[in-house]
Every structure is written in C-alpha cells, then in structure tokens.
C-alpha cells in the first residue's frame, strides 16, 4: 500500500505594511530526512535559510506562491492568504491526499483539507511550509529594500514598527504598501525637504 502523501499549508507576511503576503506547499514524504523543522517564527534567520534549502532539495514536492499588494487592497488579507494558499496547492508538481493547513481555516480545494490551530509547531509538514513561505517572503523584502533602501524593508521585513512608520511619513507609500491597511490609508503624507 502506497503512503498517504500529506501537505503542509502555511503562510508568511499578512501583518506587513508592504508587500505580497506569501504561502507554500510541502509535501514531505516518508523518507525526508530533514531534522529540526519548526514553527518558522521560532528558528534564527540562518537556520531558517539552511532548512530551507534542505526542504527544496528533498520534499516530495513543494511550491510557493504569493498574492500582490494589489490583490491584498483589492479583496482584503485574509481573501489574499487564501488564495495565495490555493495558488501554492494547485502549483505542486504532485497532487496530495489530504491538505493541511495551519490555522484555524482552510482555502477552498479540490482536496480534502483540515485546518491545525498551531500546525506549524506540531506538523512537520506545515512547519517546512511555514519555512518556506518565510525565506520568500524575506527574500523579496531584500528586494525592496535594495531598490529603496530609505525605509529599512531588510531590517524590519515590511512590519509596522516605529522606524517604518517613520519612513512612510517622511517619503510616501510606495506601489507596493498596502493601501487598505490603517497606517498607510490614514496616512497624511508631507514630503520633507532632503538635506541631501
């Protein structure tokens, strides 16, 4: 009897002021081998990255995918997370018998899928998923921050933190902040002469 090939679901980036918010699909499969998964949110950035790279070199199957900013602002975060998850599922190269999905909540598939309160710190599948969906999502915060490297997009990956805030107010929302989220929409942005 073959395995029952299970997939992690979890996403990254729906708290950001910026950018998409990313999700991924992992399929582990019996023999991964890979030690150390956990909840993405409690690893350091290089264990993460090393994790991620193993998981992309021997899972079954996985993929990534995100939503836009756009997408976001257009039928809010949480629709966003959902089909960013449905858009990681449907791009896995091998099709799962049962989805699950970290959360309290699940997209809607053509697959029987449960939702895990907690998942990604007691499923390895979903713990490599949460992995994955990270470093993305880090990833193309790097991005960012190389073409605008005023509002410190690598130092605080998008988050609404004090030093964010600031830069917003000091040089406007760019084309990839979330304009459906408060602090960007109440925003009442005067550009400040540089001193450059």
Known sequence: MTALLVCGVDEAGRGP????????AVILGPDHGIVGLADSKKLSEAKREALAQQ?????????????????????????????????AVLGLATVPHEVLV?????????????????GDATVAEISAAS???????????????????????????????????????????LAEHRRSFGPVKNLHYSPQQSLF
């Open 17 to 24: 002021l910026v950018g998409a918010v990313y999700a991924a």
């Open 55 to 87: 998981i992309r070199e021997r899972a079954l199957a996985w993929s990534i995918a995100h939503a836009t900013a756009a997408e976001i602002d257009s039928i809010n975060i949480l629709q966003a997370t959902m089909l960013a998850m449905q858009r």
């Open 102 to 118: 970290d959360g309290n909540r699940t997209p809607k598939l053509a697959l029987p899928a449960r939702a895990i309160v907690k």
């Open 131 to 173: 992995i994955l969906a990270k470093t993305a999502r880090d990833a193309s915060m790097l991005a960012l921050h190389a073409a605008h490297p005023q509002y410190g997009f690598d130092r605080h990956k998008g988050y609404p933190t004090a030093e964010h805030l600031q830069a917003l107010q000091q040089y406007g929302p």
